[in-house]
């Protein structure tokens, strides 16, 4: 009996834990930086254009300038990271793209109110964004 309390608990945290971070994801994100990639190329947000990203239930909005840049869907998964390990990762649903783009799968951490995406190849970039109160 014991054991089984024990199993059911444990699933219930693993979808919380889930729940959370699709949670902590929600909201608008102003881009800071992006670096890294081939030859370690640094961009922030001192340049010409302000981006901001919002993130709600399947939907990533990508705004440039106050201009709607991109509206995509998603979905979180857990999968296997090139940078080892599991991590969770958004995936961009390409069943809804009506264009030829290359989408990479982004593993994302949170650090205090800021949003890390890390592309998800060898040497690609990571980008920082600052949650928008």
């Not at 990508?62 to 599991?86: H, P």
Request: aromatic share 12%; hydrophobic share 30%; with cysteine.
């Amino acid at each position: 009996l014991l054991l089984l309390i024990l199993i059911a608990f444990s699933s219930c945290n693993d979808n919380d834990d889930n729940r959370s971070d699709e949670n902590r994801l929600e909201g608008k994100w102003s881009w800071i930086r992006t670096s890294g990639g081939f030859g370690g190329p640094t961009s922030s947000e001192t340049s010409d254009q302000k981006v901001v990203i919002e993130i709600s239930n399947s939907t990533i909005k990508t705004y440039i300038n106050g201009n709607l840049s991109q509206q995509q869907k998603f979905f979180i998964t857990t999968k296997k990271s090139v940078f080892g390990g599991d991590r969770k990762m958004i995936v961009i649903d390409k069943s809804d793209s009506f264009t030829q783009e290359f989408y990479l799968d982004r593993s994302f951490e949170f650090h205090d109110n800021k949003l890390f995406l890390i592309d998800e190849c060898v040497d690609c970039s990571t980008s920082e964004y600052e949650r928008i109160k």
